[in-house]
């Protein structure tokens, strides 16, 4: 364990030493605009003239105010104390006054966002399935289905992502739900497809031929030696489709004026110029999708196990 | 309605079409396997027709796919300086940027074990992410123009290529290094010579899941201001002024870029593995 843990946090700490690092350069101009008008001496003087100078010579000549540029208030690039200080302000201590579902939490906009991802996950690990199962015993399907499949992905969904809002909502679907939902399986079900036509086609031959000289039918085969054959592709299948489902609902949620949700909380911090809230609601993201692969990994481990198939 | 029984009427038509086909003795023939999607996806335009002409939908809703070919073929000007802006500007610098440096700082870090052990974790995990959120920031960071796109571009396609890099470089066997440090073979020529070669299915991989992300990430910061140009631009202000037609085309530019560029990649990955199995059935 410790042999992969301690490369991992080396990369992890190095990144966050990057990253903090980087604050002072990408801070300084803001920082010294901000002296400036406290009445601080700055070198050189006037906004426009620092425009001339690069961040590491301000640096270098207005080394007292270095540190201010890691204070600010709505920095361009806040520190990752300052991070997780918004994320603790906003989950947290929210929750501890009981105010967890405020809609000023990101616990509340988390759940909504789940929610979303959960449907659309569910409908497109259905959909994948079905697909999956049509062109396994199709062999029109396999023909003119899988090339499409193909072809869906390369679309970029996020031009659609409007359209299937003002669709749906000519259509008097009442919410943003589903919508969402729809966005994030279009996204979830090709992984569960591919998956699971590899999954289901895994039996080998002797194994087929065996279950005929059962007598089996093609129900049995399928209950039997198919579904219960595919269930390592499906689970890793699932892993990356839930991933897919949380990107696919945040794509959803972003370009289309969404009040509720975490890639609402990303527009509405753009439009109100307050960066703290994209950093914050970004890193929720990042958690939430952690958190759902794990879960998946952990259901999958015990499936299997049970199943006596772990490896 | 009987337009809509006529579309219903080619669906069924063609589907037994590719029936037949899929039975018959050419089903393994190349022409085959392209008519029969062909035909497949023919006949959904048909149903899709068929039906808004004949339930009468409003074009505010749902266009046809005749009036949207129409509009296509009537803003063409309009259709290619929005392309030029998203996607040869923004996404195709940024592709070409990230992919570089993707691939770069994968042949460094595979020097040290511990940093691929390190790395591939946390890289596995970066490229699940919903990065496209960082649209906004990055746009505040380089302005309204296509620079900012071509960032969001780069950070979107940067971790996938490189776990995909990483994990490729380590596909050569023991056996194959050996003999090559039998030929005396140093790091470099053993690079060049088997390893990389023995990472380009991988390399090809990360490429394609790329090409993908580099035009949702060009157009979704697009969203967040651009220029009056582009092809988010145009989706998001189409919207606004229900000119559905126009976002339609737009979405059919979006689509045969995509596919266009992804059988682009297929294409020279074909050529460049034409050893490895699964480009030799």
């Known amino acids: ?311 | 309605m009987s337009v809509f029984g006529l579309a219903l009427l080619f669906w069924l038509a063609a589907w037994a079409v590719n029936a037949a086909l899929a039975r018959s003795r050419w089903r393994d023939a190349s022409g085959v396997r392209v008519v029969v999607p062909v035909l497949f996806g023919a006949a959904i335009l048909g149903l899709w027709e068929g039906a808004v002409r004949g339930f009468g939908v409003s074009p505010v809703i749902l266009p046809a796919p005749s009036s949207v070919a129409a509009r296509f073929a009537g803003e063409t000007g309009l259709l290619w300086e929005d392309f030029l802006q998203t996607v040869l500007k923004g996404a195709l610098s940024g592709y070409a940027i990230g992919c570089g440096a993707a691939f770069l700082v994968a042949v460094l870090i595979d020097r040290s074990r511990f940093l691929t052990r390190g790395l591939l974790p946390v890289g596995n995990f970066v490229a699940a992410l919903p990065i496209v959120g960082i649209a906004p920031i990055l746009v505040s960071w380089f302005g309204f123009d296509w620079q900012s796109k071509a960032a969001v571009v780069v950070v979107m396609v940067f971790f996938p290529v490189l776990v995909n890099t990483v994990q490729g470089l380590a596909e050569a066997s023991a056996m194959q290094k050996d003999l090559m440090r039998t030929y005396a073979a140093s790091y470099l020529q053993t690079l060049l010579k088997l390893r990389l070669p023995a990472a380009m299915p991988f390399v090809f991989n990360g490429l394609k899941i790329a090409t993908t992300l580099a035009l949702i990430g060009a157009i979704v910061a697009e969203y967040f201001g651009s220029p009056t140009r582009g092809m988010g631009f145009r989706i998001s202000t189409g919207v606004g002024r229900l000119d559905i037609e126009l976002v339609w085309a737009e979405i059919a530019v979006a689509a045969l870029t995509g596919s266009a560029v992804f059988g682009l990649v297929s294409l020279v990955e074909r050529w460049v593995t034409f050893w490895h199995p699964s480009q030799r059935s």
């Not at chain 1, 997780?84 to 966002?113: D, Q």
């Not at chain 1, 031959?205 to 129900?219: I, K």
């Not at chain 1, 990303?266 to 439009?271: E, K, S, T, V, Y």
């Open chain 1, 1 to 311: 364990m410790s042999a992969r843990l301690l490369p991992v946090l080396a990369v992890l700490s190095g990144l966050l030493a990057l990253w903090y690092g980087a604050v002072g350069p990408m801070n300084i101009r803001q920082a010294l605009d901000l002296a400036e008008r406290k009445g601080v001496a700055v070198q050189p003087e006037g906004a426009l003239a620092r425009q001339e100078v690069s961040a590491f010579v301000l640096m270098a000549r207005n080394p007292g105010e270095v540190a201010r540029g890691y204070a600010l208030e709505r920095p361009r690039l806040p520190t990752p104390g300052q991070v997780a200080g918004e994320l603790w302000a906003t989950t947290g201590e929210m929750a501890l006054r009981g105010r967890g579902f405020s809609k000023r939490s990101l616990i509340y906009h988390g759940w909504i966002t789940l929610q979303s991802t959960l449907a659309g996950f569910a409908l497109g690990t259905a959909l994948g399935v079905l697909g999956a199962v049509m062109i396994v015993y199709s062999r029109t399907m396999e023909m003119s289905l899988m090339p499409w499949a193909i072809i869906s992905q390369t679309v970029p969904i996020v031009a659609l992502a409007p359209m299937i809002i003002v669709l749906s909502g000519q259509a008097g679907i009442e919410g943003r739900g589903l919508p969402k939902a729809i966005i994030s399986a279009y996204l979830c079900y090709f992984p569960v497809l591919v998956g699971m036509v590899k999954g289901l086609r895994a039996p080998t031959r002797e194994q087929l031929d065996l279950l005929r000289t059962y007598n089996a039918g093609g129900v049995a085969g399928f209950l039997k030696l198919r579904l219960p054959a595919s269930m390592p592709y499906l689970f890793t299948s699932l892993k990356v489709g839930i991933a897919a489902a949380l990107v696919g609902t945040i794509v959803g949620e972003l370009p289309t004026g969404a009040i509720s949700g975490l890639g609402a909380r990303i527009l509405i911090g753009d439009q109100f110029g307050n960066p703290m809230a994209i950093w914050a609601a970004l890193f929720a993201a990042a958690i939430l999708a952690g958190v759902l692969v794990t879960l998946l990994g952990g259901v999958q481990g015990m499936v299997l196990k049970r199943m006596g198939m772990a490896v």
